[in-house]
């Protein structure tokens, strides 16, 4: 591999650079085209924000320890730094932090300053340069000539964008048609828009399935046989770590099948939601007997002995869903009436469930982007917080303060209590706005963190709170992100910490 890595960290800041979608994809099917057929499945994993090995053990206290000058001329190829990160990897034992240093050292040393920023960045998850999976997609196939289509279904069925990139550069349309679903390998999951409401749900997919949307943890299961293997949605496999679940895919009545669905704790009536915090710890233990507590519900079947269903219509799939899975099945309602949706989707919250998820009844089975036949819809919940810290951006948003440090008041009148960051629902002219504001009222530097006056009031969106021993006042907030500044509001007139606790469920 001799392409210098130069070249695609350059790539990676012109797409960074660009909030065009068509800039992007013409910088990345550029880079593409110009690569050797044995860099494709590494530039890809790169520039879609993580090495195709994965993670290596790597965090950002180790990164932070080591500083070393920038070289002054590029010098490493891509072929160089996919060694460096194959070597990280292998540290393992007696040893391997020292090891891991000097490799560190060793790639750095020989990197210009914007190389190590993205070599840095990559490693630590912190790569936001716009070059997702469904940009990604688009650029493979400009730069193979070949439908986009093609290059989605492929990525799905294989589950490896990079790899499906190597095989539309090398063989065409021809070969992704070959790509099949096979049990045992994982299928990139559908994914859902949103939508404000029920009604506007309906009225976008028509005749729809409204389904109870479970606060779990998304699982793809694959059974051949006595062979049973379970993912993430990120395609991880987590088999070993739910027995229970395995043990009650092995008595349902089908040999081989594939089934989307979610796994969560469950109170003892099993049809409320345990806290979704407990089920996510018990999820990312290693252990089984961790996993224990865990059940499944199943909301689609993309393969049944020998026979893809990826095609057929929704309310096809779901017949036969039922068949396999019996009750635990997610229930769910086939309507094209608002009243009667809208009814199923209250059930549902106050069973303590999330929302619903409104599907067109004849939608077929697809990735690679947010489809419009699929809807979720949910509750949003906003709370008014004071901005106390922020970090500033990289990528796209260098130069910028971008990421908000977030504190809810004392209602004891003490310092504001943090609750969480958010850098998401930021616009540019936002972003520039919130820069010299806040900058305005800095009182400390820390890093890459600045510290500010607790002056400004901004009001967040999010999907509830959770437990955290992470902040002080023993909160989180999930999937927090910014609406808007309320400047007609003082610090005195943000929630209080005994506010944002009250949203645990």
Same mark, same amino acid.
């Given at each position: ?163 499906? =990139?190597?095989?539309? #550069? @090398? !063989?065409? &349309?021809?070969? $992704?048609?070959?790509? /099949?679903?096979? *049990?045992? +390998? ?16 309906? =009225?976008?997919?028509? #005749? @729809? !399935?409204? &389904?109870?949307? $479970?606060?779990?943890? /998304?699982?793809? *299961?694959? +059974? ?282």
């Amino acid at each position: 591999m001799t392409t210098l890595f130069a070249s695609l960290v350059a790539t990676s800041d012109a797409v960074a650079s660009t909030s065009k979608r068509t800039e992007k994809i013409a910088a990345l099917a550029a880079l593409l085209q110009s690569l050797d057929v044995s860099e494709i499945e590494t530039a890809v994993a790169m520039l879609a924000g993580a090495p195709r090995q994965g993670r290596i053990g790597v965090g950002w206290r180790t990164l932070h320890d080591v500083s070393v000058p920038a070289a002054p001329a590029p010098s490493l190829t891509i072929g160089d730094i996919d060694a460096s990160i194959d070597a990280l990897a292998a540290c393992s034992g007696a040893g391997s932090n020292a090891e891991r240093t000097r490799l560190l050292t060793d790639v750095l040393a020989r990197a210009t300053e914007a190389e190590q920023s993205f070599y840095r960045r990559m490693l630590t998850g912190e790569l936001r340069q716009g070059a997702l999976e469904g940009v990604m997609n688009d650029a493979v196939a400009r730069a193979a000539s070949v439908p986009v289509a093609a290059v989605r279904r492929a990525a799905m069925l294989g589950g490896d964008l990079a790899r499906t =990139a190597c095989i539309a #550069l @090398a !063989s065409g &349309e021809a070969g $992704l048609a070959e790509v /099949r679903l096979e *049990v045992g +390998r994982p299928v990139l999951p559908m994914l859902a828009a949103t939508s404000a409401d029920v009604a506007s749900a309906v =009225a976008d997919v028509g #005749l @729809a !399935s409204v &389904e109870w949307k $479970l606060d779990g943890a /998304r699982i793809q *299961v694959h +059974r051949n046989g006595d062979d049973v293997r379970l993912f993430t949605r990120n395609l991880n496999e987590v088999t070993s770590r739910l027995p229970s679940i395995v043990a009650g895919v092995r008595a349902m009545p089908a040999r081989s099948f594939v089934l989307d669905g979610e796994a969560m704790g469950w109170l003892e009536d099993e049809t409320r939601p345990g806290v979704f915090q407990d089920t996510m710890s018990s999820f990312g233990r290693q252990t089984g007997d961790a996993g224990a507590s865990l059940g499944a519900r199943f909301f689609d079947v993309l393969h049944v002995d020998g026979e893809d269903l990826l095609d057929r219509p929704l309310v096809e799939r779901q017949a036969v869903l039922d068949r396999i899975v019996g009750p635990l099945a997610i229930p769910r309602v086939v309507t094209t009436d608002v009243a009667t949706a809208t009814a199923f989707a209250d059930d549902a919250l106050a069973v303590g469930h999330e929302g619903v998820m409104v599907k067109a009844a004849d939608s077929v089975y697809e990735a690679g982007r947010r489809g419009s036949s699929w809807r979720k819809v949910k509750p949003v919940r906003t709370l008014d917080l004071v901005v106390i810290g922020v970090e500033w951006g990289s990528g796209r948003r260098r130069g910028w303060l971008s990421n908000l440090h977030l504190g809810a008041r004392d209602p004891a009148g003490g310092p504001f209590v943090m609750v969480g960051k958010t850098f998401k629902g930021l616009t540019d002219a936002l972003l520039q706005w919130q820069t010299e504001q806040l900058l305005a009222r800095k009182i400390g530097e820390e890093g890459h963190v600045v510290w500010v006056r607790p002056e400004l009031v901004v009001e967040i969106a999010l999907d509830g709170v959770q437990r955290s021993t992470r902040y002080s006042g023993g909160v989180a907030l999930r999937f927090a992100r910014v609406k808007r500044y309320r400047e007609d509001k003082s610090p005195a007139d943000a929630d209080t910490i005994d506010a944002v606790r009250a949203l645990l469920r």
